[in-house]
Nanobody, 121 residues
Framework: QVQLVESGGGLVQAGGSLRLSCAASGSIFSINIMGWYRQAPGKQRELVATIANGGSTNYADSVKGRFTISRDNAKNTVYLQMNSLKPEDTAVYYC???????????????WGQGTQVTVSS
């Protein structure tokens, strides 16, 4: 029963910035990798960025140099700082966490409900 709640989405003009947050709650024993994915209308969901519990990150080529992923392990929260936004960044952004719940022995993937990011030209 892990819940992920995203916040920070909205409408911005091209060149603007937004910061997304995702807080995990529930019976969490530990969280390994956390990440952000996005899905634009008519397109498949794609990876944006991931971050491991030790701090290692990776990014999609389309956002590298513009977006920064970070996390606060004490708060079970992952962030996505988005700068120099482009209209093609418009999508629903989903938080993902690979977590072990209390009393289990394996990690399971969990998804948030998504937050809308719209970038106008």
């Amino acid at each position: 029963q892990v819940q992920l709640v995203e916040s920070g989405g909205g409408l911005v003009q091209a060149g603007g910035s937004l910061r997304l947050s995702c807080a995990a709650s529930g019976s969490i024993f530990s969280i390994n990798i956390m990440g952000w994915y996005r899905q634009a209308p008519g397109k498949q969901r794609e990876l944006v960025a991931t971050i491991a519990n030790g701090g290692s990150t990776n990014y999609a080529d389309s956002v590298k140099g513009r977006f920064t992923i970070s996390r606060d392990n004490a708060k079970n929260t992952v962030y996505l700082q988005m700068n120099s936004l482009k209209p093609e960044d418009t999508a629903v952004y989903y938080c993902n966490a690979n977590a072990e719940t209390s009393g289990t022995y394996t990690y399971t993937g969990f998804w948030g409900q998504g937050t809308q990011v719209t970038v106008s030209s």
